[in-house]
């Protein structure tokens, strides 16, 4: 059973625009959650993460925001540019293992 | 390079012959990690090392899979008797990261297994 899940596989927005990726998870036991990316022919590289004791988390471009109460997770990308093209993942440690959603692949235009 | 490698970076093998994958961490790392994609879907944990002691497996870590990482350093996966479901992308992931959380790994560029 997928304890996180991105339930959108991909997300086209223009150049400059704002990108938002989502992110569910169901184990109310998560208390850290982090955001990967990950480039065709490439591992997976690790992007932003916020622990639970946070709403938002803020690194350049890219800020994640955490709603506990709704499970819910977001990446905010802004502004937008074509090198963000890319999967990206949302995580959460359980363990020693990461459990990774399926992936949002992100497609910014010109 | 000095991030993580991984050998071959594609492999090829008829179902039934066994494949052998390697890792070579990031040299600091202490934590390594195997963990499977395939298509659509995320990275799947397959197993843990903390120095060469392998502390946790997954579920999804049938009897025909083995991984070592002697001395605490490389690691191998090895696949025997390959089925056609084993096709996937098999990653590597080194950290340094005290505690439990195994957080921001660092991943190779994968092994892709091909089984015809």
């Known amino acids: 059973d997928q304890q996180v899940k991105q339930n959108s596989p991909s997300l086209s927005v223009q150049e400059g625009r704002i990108s938002i990726l989502n992110c569910d998870y169901t184990?109310?036991?998560?208390?850290?959650f982090l955001w990967y990316k990950k480039y065709p022919a490439e591992g997976p590289t690790f992007l932003i993460s916020i622990s639970s004791i946070k709403d938002k988390n803020e690194d350049g471009r890219f800020t994640v925001f955490l709603n506990k109460s709704a499970k819910h997770l977001s990446l905010h990308i802004v502004p937008s540019q074509p090198g963000d093209s890319a999967v990206y993942f949302c995580a959460a440690p359980s363990g020693y293992a990461l459990n990774f959603g399926k992936g949002t692949s992100l497609l910014v235009t010109p | 390079d000095t991030g993580v490698s991984q050998n071959p970076r594609h492999k090829i093998t008829k179902r039934g012959q066994n494949v052998t994958f390697r890792c070579d961490p990031i040299s600091e790392h202490n934590r390594l990690y195997w963990y499977r994609q395939t298509l659509g879907q995320g990275p799947e944990f397959l197993t843990y090392f903390q120095n060469e002691a392998q502390l946790e497996k997954s579920r999804l870590l049938s009897d025909r899979f083995s991984a070592e990482r002697p001395k605490g350093s490389f690691s191998t996966l090895e696949i025997q008797r390959t089925e056609q479901g084993d096709s996937a992308m098999y990653l590597c992931?080194?950290?340094?990261?005290?505690?439990?959380?195994?957080?921001?790994?660092?991943f190779g560029q994968g092994t892709r297994l091909t089984v015809v």
């Open positions: 184990n109310s036991m998560f208390d850290y």
């Open positions: 992931a080194s950290s340094l990261r005290t505690g439990p959380r195994g957080t921001e790994a660092f």
